[in-house]
């Protein structure tokens, strides 16, 4: 790595974390108001954003970039609405930071425990300029400083946008703490390089994007991650199962939006009901033009369909693909899962109490469900407001992560002189 | 790396993961009868650890180890009863697992957050056998698998008392669940750097023992770390502050138990009050033979004290020696914290009501102290029961780390065939 980016990178945690004690001590309602400021910056700049997110566009166009990249790249008016309402829905939510609890011990010293700001926060993403403005209006309600480091085909819409968060912090929060919206301009990979060796400057980094960058930041940071996303999510059909439901749970699990994380990649059937689950699934797959990859079970009862590879079953197709195999027992459909899993959302239908049971507690992820979608695992969904993410992790915060994921707590303990 | 070694360190965590569902289904109450079972078997067996404890106080001799280490490592009648008390203790704790809250969402869902066990723990420890009996309870209590890497110095003391545990978990929760504890005997730094690379089998790893250890394993490792242990603490002694309770806290944080992470290591005083405390904190500090690294400032008041380098405010001296630095305002006392602090405990001593909040407010550490001694932060002197370590990582766990840190949540959403 160059040494200069890393200095370049070094110095710019330098200046978040200089301002991080201001954003650590502002009163809930002034991070209230500061994140009113930024939803109306927003809106008021709606011009200019277009403006700079028309450069990136048609610089991404100039060098090639597909088409699905560019449909996340593009802004429009309603996506920077959407924008300004995340800020003001983020106002909305309840203050973490200074909660906690208290007691005596009995030699008089008297111990509170409470939330606190992480500190300052590293963020790397793609190519989708609406995570800087979620991910700085979530630090600023946290009391948070934030490093960002977006990806190339963004720098021009997310410098436009990171310019209104800095304003709206030095109008309300404080005159000289704009640094604690901080953007990388350099997108080189050396950026994100240095970014992760920030030890004892970014307190913690979370990677936003695909597979790729998630195991990059994973297998190379040494500050603490929180790793989210990864999502090869499975439905178990029991052999017990009501197949309307089983299929339209399928359905939605698979197809609704196949690009999301919470969204299945293998459907599991037991060999008891997939003759009768099976073509019903394809049925409706069909109508949807997904494609089915069948294990040489299922493609005994589906003629026609693609044989499932050992890789089809690793994948987190992310699209109109669906891998299926038929299993005989509850007990191989929970190893299935156990195995290829990466701990995210899965799912049984089954009306069998202890079947559900057993599935829930031996299945190791995120969200476990019953008789439902696995495209419920969000914080939204799950009634937390905003979202930073979907850990899929255990340490600190599994699953949604609302605005607690970007805390950590403190003792404060009071005495009269106790020694001990 | 040798890839025997590997393989070696790879296959006993496998053998852990295999156990771990039947440690993590195990009920309370069986749990503790384990823990009472394994308190049996140390106090039974005490003749037969004390004899493997010789083969390694023996051949630690023989390879010219220090005194303080062969004390770390001896064993005692008494040490062994305070083994078997621990487990005791465990038992007698609150059981973390299944706790949680829940809620109906609008759509009907209703969610459950439950504390479940981690999975598989893995240690990495020193010269301290005890240390093994201590994590294997804690793991048991947690529900957890564990895979022990203790120092070479006390493999012999290490087998015997692993295989206590082991016997305890096969009497008492699955006769075939013995790999729940597993010890790794190759104590070659290949088969530590193993460990910390067993992404998927691993699910947390802790590192209990010096600085160089901690560093090795928070740089090194491919898998989630809790770091624990480094203290570099300060006590600051403001302008108005009880000169006698400021010498009593002094003495008591730096001399009581100079070894610990919790002692003090620096001693910051106001220089208004310098000229009074100082002479009295030497008058102090000398009785218990403890030597001052001075500042400039100190060195003028208290003339023949050695002076103190930038190395002494960076160095946990773990020992009998203050370094002392002489300071103008709260402001210069919280900026020589926040830049040589590790994040572990940190003091001030003062009757103002906002120095003393402004201090806790902005002092980075996990635990704040006013008017009391940095020696407090312990798991038993919070009331927390049993300490797994103190982490000085703000992500997961911080301060004193009891059960819950061991633990995770999970979510688990029951429906009835809802839809997104």
């Not at 005596?104 to 111990?111: D, S, V, Y």
């Not at 209104?164 to 350099?186: G, K």
């Not at 202890?354 to 476990?368: C, G, I, K, P, T």
């Not at 949604?400 to 707590?409: K, R, V």
Request: proline share 3%.
């Amino acid at each position: 790595m160059e040494d200069r980016v890393y200095e370049e990178v070094r110095a710019l945690c330098e200046r978040a974390r200089a301002c991080a004690a201001a954003l650590a001590s502002a009163r809930g309602e002034t991070k209230n108001e500061a994140l009113m400021r930024f939803a109306r910056l927003l809106r008021e700049n709606t011009g200019a954003i277009l403006a700079a997110n028309e450069k990136d566009l048609a610089n991404a166009k100039e060098n090639g970039v597909r088409d699905t990249m560019l449909d996340r790249l593009r802004l429009t008016e309603a996506r920077i609405d959407g924008m300004a309402k995340g800020a003001e829905d983020i106002a909305r939510l309840d203050d973490p930071i200074g909660k906690g609890d208290c007691w005596t011990r009995p030699n008089g010293l008297t111990i509170r425990r409470v939330r606190v700001p992480m500190g300052v926060v590293g963020v790397i993403f793609e190519a989708r300029p609406n995570v800087a403005a979620d991910v700085a209006a979530l630090c600023i309600k946290s009391g948070n400083a934030v490093v960002l480091r977006g990806g190339k085909e963004a720098i021009e819409s997310n410098r436009a946008v990171v310019a209104l968060a800095r304003q709206a912090i030095t109008e309300t929060i404080h005159s000289h703490a704009a640094d604690a919206v901080c953007l990388i301009e350099n997108t080189t990979r050396d950026s994100a390089s240095a970014l992760m060796q920030m030890r004892g400057l970014i307190d913690v980094l979370v990677p936003r994007g695909g597979k790729g960058l998630i195991r990059s930041v994973v297998e190379n940071a040494r500050v603490p991650v929180i790793e989210t996303g990864a999502g090869n999510c499975h439905l178990y059909v029991h052999y017990d199962a009501d197949v309307d439901m089983a299929v339209k749970i399928a359905y939605n699990a698979k197809v609704s939006r196949p690009s999301v994380c919470n969204a299945c990649e293998t459907i599991l059937v037991n060999s008891v009901i997939a003759p009768t689950f099976l073509p019903r699934l394809k049925e409706a797959l069909d109508e949807a033009k997904c494609e089915i990859r069948g294990c040489d079970r299922t493609r005994e009862i589906l003629p026609g369909v693609a044989a499932a590879t050992e890789e089809d079953f690793e994948t987190e197709y992310n699209d109109l693909i669906a891998a299926v195999k038929v299993v005989d027992t509850l007990t191989e459909a929970i190893a299935h899962i156990n195995r290829y899993g990466t701990g995210h959302s899965e799912a049984i239908v089954t009306n069998d109490l202890s079947a559900a049971e057993h599935f829930q507690a031996s299945v190791d992820a995120a969200a476990v469900y019953v008789n439902a979608s696995t495209r419920f695992t969000d914080g939204g969904e799950f009634g937390f407001g905003a979202e930073l993410g979907i850990s899929t992790q255990k340490l600190h915060a599994r699953g949604p992560m609302g605005l607690t994921a970007l805390t950590t707590e403190k003792y404060l303990i009071n005495g009269g002189g106790q020694i001990r």
